[in-house]
């Protein structure tokens, strides 16, 4: 089975500080994606990634940025976090070309700033 | 810009009935999706379904695709307790692996 950890269930930091969220894929996926929940809103694409140091914007790229080194991990950094962050953030990952490929999905980490 | 609205966004039912949740989205799209989320948990891919006409079962849960319309739905028989969860859709976004999700609808199953 695929599986996509996310280092932290449960976060809480502060207005101003540089949060980092990592994800790891174990199936050599080459897309990587960042999504954040929001009641109400859905799931909403933050950033995504479909090889090693390539990334491309989501719907909501402002004030997130993401790294990929290597392709098994897949990093989102909160430049300077803010209380409007405050969500479920949930990373995923898929095999391309195949298009009939679903996404698979880590569990998920909150993150509240204060 | 593509949408995807699901209606309804809440639904309550009692075990045993049937319901329909409806997924619509406002561009062309081929590939469309149906995940579920448990409380507390990740999203778990049900159906992928990628053409016109398609149909998926599994369990108590159908699902179909209609791309003319834009439109597919999620139909439940004879709900069971273990069904409550919320259900999600999302439609591939020209093609790229970049999914658009609906907004969710949160299914309660009660005796």
């Known amino acids: 089975d695929v599986k996509v950890t996310q280092s932290s269930r449960y976060l809480v930091k502060r207005t101003g500080e540089k949060v980092f969220l990592e994800c790891v894929q174990d199936?050599?996926?080459?897309?990587m994606f960042w999504y954040r929940q929001d009641p109400g809103l859905g799931l909403r694409l933050i950033y995504f990634?479909?090889?090693?140091?390539?990334?491309e914007k989501g719907d909501i790229p402002e004030g997130y940025s993401v790294s990929r080194e290597k392709k098994e991990r897949f990093s989102l950094i909160l430049e300077s976090a803010s209380t409007n962050q405050t969500s479920m953030y949930l990373c995923?990952?898929?095999?391309?070309?195949?298009?009939?490929?679903?996404?698979?999905f880590g569990s998920g980490t909150q993150l509240s700033v204060l | 810009e593509l949408k995807v609205e699901q209606n309804p966004l809440f639904l309550s039912m009692q075990e045993g009935k049937n319901y329909t949740i409806y997924c619509n989205y406002s561009?062309?799209?081929?590939?469309l999706y149906w995940y579920r989320q448990d409380p507390g948990k990740s999203l778990e891919s049900l159906f992928v379904?990628?053409?016109?006409?398609a149909v998926k079962q599994e369990g108590r849960l159908m699902a179909s695709l209609d791309t003319k319309a834009r439109l597919s739905t999620l139909h439940i028989t004879a709900a069971v307790h273990d069904l409550s969860a919320t259900y999600f859709c999302?439609?591939?976004?020209?093609?790229?692996?970049?999914?658009?999700f609906g907004t969710g609808t949160r299914l309660q199953v009660f005796p």
């Open positions: 995923a990952s898929s095999l391309i070309p195949q298009w009939n490929e679903k996404l698979f």
């Open positions: 199936m050599d996926h080459e897309n």
């Open positions: 990634s479909y090889d090693v140091k390539m990334k």
């Open positions: 561009t062309t799209s081929d590939r």
């Open positions: 379904l990628l053409s016109n006409g």
């Open positions: 999302a439609v591939d976004k020209g093609n790229t692996d970049k999914l658009i």
